[in-house]
């Protein structure tokens, strides 16, 4: 049997299934909506044929972490413009540095065992940079003020969007997963700064 962590838009959910389970069946019996959403295995991306197979042919073993995150609108984006990739964020750059002051450990995401799996930053002495451990962002930002990070690409890769794939799609899928949770916390984040200041007196 596998230890198998199912992380959605829900709540995490931990159940045991057989090696021969496929991907599909257990997100079904799951009653998971794998439809217009990513899939990845241990923060491996699958594509549209893998879901049909086994834990045993993924090479599963003991234990696995299985992410199905509905694409939204506000989620962080990556788009190509000549040789660089600009990755933006769903916060805002002030937003990231408010947790990074007050709720430093909410910037930093943990598996089921507690262990650091991906972490955001904020740096305003650095371009920024971002892999499979962690983004951490630099003073640049859109019109709208969210927090981005320009990464080079190779110019001489003729499939650059599948490249940005293979380098990005774990660590996007991770700093997603994150920032909703950091993005459902904002209004407590407001309370405790208003609750402070309202503590904070002249005389």
């Keep these: 049997m596998v230890r198998v962590t199912l992380v959605t838009n ?6 045991l299934a057989e090696e021969t389970k496929t991907i599909k069946a257990i997100l079904e019996e799951n009653g ?30 003991e234990k696995v972490v299985i992410s199905v995150l509905a694409h939204k609108d506000n989620a962080a984006k990556a788009v190509i413009s000549g040789s660089a990739c600009v990755v933006t964020s769903a916060m805002t750059a002030e937003q990231i540095k408010r947790y990074k002051k007050f709720h430093p450990e909410a910037l930093v995401m ?7 799996v991906f972490a955001i930053g904020y740096n305003d002495k650095t371009p920024g940079s971002i892999d499979n451990n962690g983004a951490v962002f630099g003073p640049a930002t859109d019109a709208e003020g969210h927090a981005t990070i320009t990464v080079l690409l190779d110019p001489t890769k003729e499939d650059v969007e599948n490249d940005v ?10 700093l997603n997963d994150l920032e909703e949770q950091l993005i459902a916390g904002i209004a407590k984040l407001d309370e405790e700064e208003a609750s402070i200041k309202a503590k904070i007196t002249r005389v």
Aim: without cysteine; negative net charge; charged residues 30%.
């Design 10 to 15: 829900n709540p995490r959910k931990t159940i």
């Design 32 to 61: 998971v909506n794998y439809t217009n959403a990513a899939t990845a295995v241990d923060g491996a991306t699958l594509s549209a044929g893998e879901i049909n197979k086994t834990l045993a042919e993924l090479g599963v073993e």
């Design 110 to 116: 943990y598996d089921e065992d507690d262990e650091p």
């Design 165 to 174: 794939y293979e380098k990005l799609g774990r660590a996007l899928l991770n």
